[in-house]
């Protein structure tokens, strides 16, 4: 009866025990697993920013260069850019270096050269645009900003068509009132034109980010390089504007870039919105 007891008491024991050590266990996977996959979610960010920024500095060393030719310091001491050479030598150098669009801006902050179609000059950037003050002051300039449908429609009609999307909404998506995004999200920089210490003027130019499939293509491939799991690959990359997917290499079912899609409710809250 005695060491039925015992045997009873010492089974219990080890169960209780047994039990603790699986939990404990588990515990300590489950804190590793999910350390490692924060880890791993940070060094995706890491990359996806390093790829971002990599494409603002390649935006700024192009408009440094295209400041300092000599042609472009010879037409800003005279202020004739109404020729056709200089503007011809800078649509050359937008289109080779892939740039969606590039302008000068006088000291008077007026636009008196575009290289896109239809080429229109005259309007003036107004005094709360930093890039154009930073760069009126000598300091080259990038950062990322929206334009409105009237700055995309100045610089080129096709930027602005690149930019519409109509919103759709899906069962889990937040919630929002417009139905298309007509804004255009920029990478956009600046460089003064200068000789000695006078700013004769400022190039600026930029990159439309919506519909830029080759810029999400190349964040995904550096981040995941074609991993796949069961033919579906196991990361995307997508640049939201307000919740609104702008470019993506997340596929729909009939394989089109889901663009216009809304961001789940819970990511949404989560991640855009700091809840």
């Not at 940070?42 to 494409?55: G, I, L, P, R």
């Not at 740039?99 to 575009?114: A, H, K, M, Y």
């Not at 004769?200 to 919506?210: D, H, P, Q, S, T």
Request: proline share 3%; no cysteine; hydrophobic share 45%.
């Amino acid at each position: 009866m005695l060491k039925a007891k015992l045997f009873k008491g010492f089974a219990i024991l080890v169960i209780i025990f047994g039990v603790l050590s699986a939990f404990f266990a588990i515990r300590m996977i489950e804190t590793r697993v999910v350390a490692e996959a924060q880890r791993r979610v940070q060094f995706d960010m890491s990359s996806a920013w390093f790829v971002y920024n990599s494409k603002l500095q390649e935006i700024q060393t192009i408009l440094k260069l295209a400041a300092s030719k000599t042609a472009v310091l010879e037409t800003a001491e005279k202020q004739d850019w109404t020729r056709q050479d200089i503007r011809n030598r800078l649509e050359v150098i937008r289109i080779n270096l892939k740039l969606d669009f590039l302008g000068v801006i006088s000291p008077e902050r007026q636009v008196v050269l575009r290289t896109t179609p239809p080429y229109k000059t005259g309007d003036y950037r107004p005094i709360s645009e930093t890039f154009v003050t930073d760069a009126l002051q000598g300091k080259a300039f990038t950062t990322t900003v929206l334009f409105n449908k009237e700055d995309l429609v100045n610089e080129s009609e096709a930027l602005a068509e690149r930019a519409f999307v109509v919103i759709e909404q899906t069962p889990r998506s937040m919630l929002t009132q417009k139905i298309a995004e007509d804004r255009g999200m920029v990478m956009l920089g600046a460089a003064p034109i200068q000789k000695g210490n006078q700013v004769l003027g400022v190039i600026y130019g930029g990159v439309l980010l919506n519909r830029n499939h080759a810029l999400v293509d190349h964040m995904k491939d550096i981040i995941y390089k074609k991993e796949m799991y069961e033919s579906t690959p196991v990361g995307t990359a997508t640049i939201f504007l307000h919740g609104t997917r702008i470019a993506t290499t997340v596929n729909l079912p009939n394989g089109n870039r889901a663009l216009g899609t809304r961001v789940s409710k819970e990511v949404g809250d989560r991640v855009l919105e700091g809840n």
